[in-house]
């Protein structure tokens, strides 16, 4: 399999750090209802809205709040206009960032993520700077003190799993945004529970950050995650482990 991704450490950081539940149940909520808007409100029909779900129930999200967000984007609870933006940036250390935006209003979005990135040190890049340095894959992570790798590999590789990574006892499964939910069903089917389960943007290397930006790295990220108006924030930081924790 592939080398060392760094890529279950940071969500495992990243998780430990974004404990607020309410606030992820509120992106949550806009992912389901403009996937709802956008394709219908049908999970069978609508692929976005099904993977949208899946990640809520990930979450624990209760079954009502994820109904009453597919019926907002259908416009059955009031039309929920939302736009989709992504901003392509730069963290101190040359760290690259891509920043996901779901928001009722553009410019306040606009606005706020440039003044976090200009009180944090960052910078705007230019269009596909950032962009190129990521791929959209299917990512999903299991305890590997839970689960033998062994068992975890033959049921993701069977079902169309590109690759599998034990990185310091999680084990990540990657896989194509078309093949994730195939993966994923195999995996929950076989009793497997998950840490996680998304479609993200991976990063093709990693940029190491020293003790001096790490933690100017890491309070950009807390941040622009902390904006009701992201959604999902993206780097390729290695950062030191004091940061991390």
Excluded at 29 to 49: F, V
Excluded at 177 to 194: K, R, S
Excluded at 203 to 224: C, F, H, M, R
Aim: hydrophobic share 40%.
């Amino acid at each position: 399999m592939s080398g060392h991704s760094k890529w279950a450490t940071i969500k495992h950081k990243k998780g430990a750090l974004d404990a607020k539940r309410g606030q992820m149940f509120t992106k949550l909520i806009k992912e389901i209802s403009i996937a709802a808007r956008m394709g219908g409100g049908d999970p069978d029909t609508n692929a976005r809205l099904r993977t949208a779900v899946l990640k809520a129930r990930a979450a624990n999200m209760p079954k009502d709040n994820i109904e009453r967000a597919i019926k907002k984007g259908t416009g059955e609870l009031g039309n929920a206009i939302y736009e989709e933006l992504v901003y392509e940036a730069y963290a101190p250390g040359g760290v690259a960032i891509l920043i996901e935006v779901l928001t009722d209003n553009k410019n306040r979005a606009a606005a706020e993520v440039r003044n976090i990135l200009t009180r944090s040190g960052g910078s705007l890049a230019t269009s596909n700077a950032v962009l190129r340095l990521f791929a959209r894959k299917g990512v999903i992570s299991l305890d590997g003190e839970r689960f033998a790798e062994d068992k975890v590999m033959e049921i993701a590789l069977e079902s169309g799993a590109d690759d599998i990574i034990n990185e310091d006892g999680e084990i990540v499964v990657y896989t194509t945004p078309e093949n994730f939910e195939t993966v994923l069903n195999a995996i929950t089917a076989a009793d497997m529970e998950t840490d996680g389960a998304e479609i993200s943007m991976v990063p093709e290397s990693y940029v190491s950050a020293d003790k001096d930006s790490g933690p100017k790295i890491q309070k950009l990220i807390d941040k622009l995650e902390e904006s009701d108006d992201v959604q999902s924030v993206y780097h390729n930081a290695e950062l030191p482990e004091e940061t991390e924790e």
